[in-house]
């Protein structure tokens, strides 16, 4: 019986040249130790490495063009679960959210594009780790929100309703993308800021169509801006999504503030359209399109 596993379950594997005797096997044991090259130790990897690992197969298996099988979803769901209560415990809020897509994938099962915002989920937690920890604070000013895996695109915009139409009939028809543009939405008695956030949280990405539409005078000078929900949109969306996921269609003759500078801008003169591959450069840098 050995001391490690009393119930012999496990027997380490016999000594070469080992006897009964149990002073001979400590000097046999001796040998082996001094004559035995040293062997590198291997690092196991952290949970969150393996959360990324998972991430990246997880990635591999839903860009597939087959639709991954209910049992391929339910391991990597299981994992991603069990590492996370091995990070956090399983009474805490996050493993218990884990068990019910667990158990939803078990029963009902997920769809796939389920599982792709399941990690994208898990990668912006890990991301916000990741930038919390290489911080010297230990609570951080601004941290962007989780950005939707959606479609949606949002359309900014003032009183051009042209190029409004232009620039959403150009997301729909030549990117296959899904515009939201206020113009287009009945308001249900909803307060406006109410009605912008309630349809804004859901985009992935979003287009300010800066337009001369408010002429401003003051005692320096003369010029015309986009109308005061447009910038302020803008801001919104920026705080939300980040600099890199919004863009600026700029009509000539319109003054922008110098606090959007570092939010990629395309002018345009007349016709919003004319910027085809500006935007498509856009949203192939946002992963929006590929």
């Not at 069990?82 to 667990?102: E, M, P, Q, R």
């Not at 899904?178 to 308001?187: D, E, F, Q, Y």
Request: net charge neutral; with cysteine; glycine share 6%.
């Amino acid at each position: 019986m050995d001391f490690l596993d009393p119930n012999n379950r496990f027997p380490l594997p016999p000594i070469p040249g080992a006897n009964e005797s149990p002073l001979e096997n400590f000097s046999v044991i001796g040998q082996a130790a001094q004559i035995s090259p040293a062997q590198p130790a291997t690092l196991e990897k952290s949970i969150v490495e393996k959360l990324q690992d998972i991430i990246t197969l997880g990635r591999k298996l839903s860009d597939n063009n087959k639709k991954p099988s209910k049992e391929a979803l339910v391991q990597k769901i299981r994992q991603i679960r069990f590492l996370l209560c091995s990070f956090f415990g399983k009474d805490t809020a996050i493993v218990k959210n884990a068990d019910l897509f667990v158990k939803e994938a078990n029963t009902k099962g997920l769809s796939t594009d389920q599982f792709v915002q399941i990690l994208s989920d898990v990668e912006f937690f890990l991301d916000f780790i990741g930038k919390t920890g290489a911080s010297p604070l230990s609570c951080q000013v601004s941290q962007v929100s989780r950005v939707p895996s959606t479609k949606n695109v949002f359309v900014i915009h003032g009183h051009d309703e042209l190029n409004t139409r232009r620039l959403t009939e150009l997301l729909q028809n030549h990117f296959k993308l899904n515009p939201i543009a206020m113009l287009s939405k009945p308001g249900m008695s909803r307060p406006l800021i109410e009605k912008f956030e309630d349809e804004a949280q859901s985009c992935s990405f979003a287009f300010g169509l800066f337009t001369p539409d408010d002429e401003i005078v003051n005692a320096a000078n003369r010029y015309k801006q986009a109308r005061p929900n447009v910038i302020y949109e803008v801001g919104w969306f920026i705080g939300r999504l980040g600099k890199h996921r919004v863009a600026l269609l700029l009509k000539q003759g319109t003054n922008i503030h110098s606090d959007l500078d570092g939010v990629s801008r395309i002018p345009f003169s007349d016709n919003v359209e004319d910027k085809f591959l500006d935007i498509q450069k856009e949203l192939k840098a946002a992963k929006i399109i590929s």
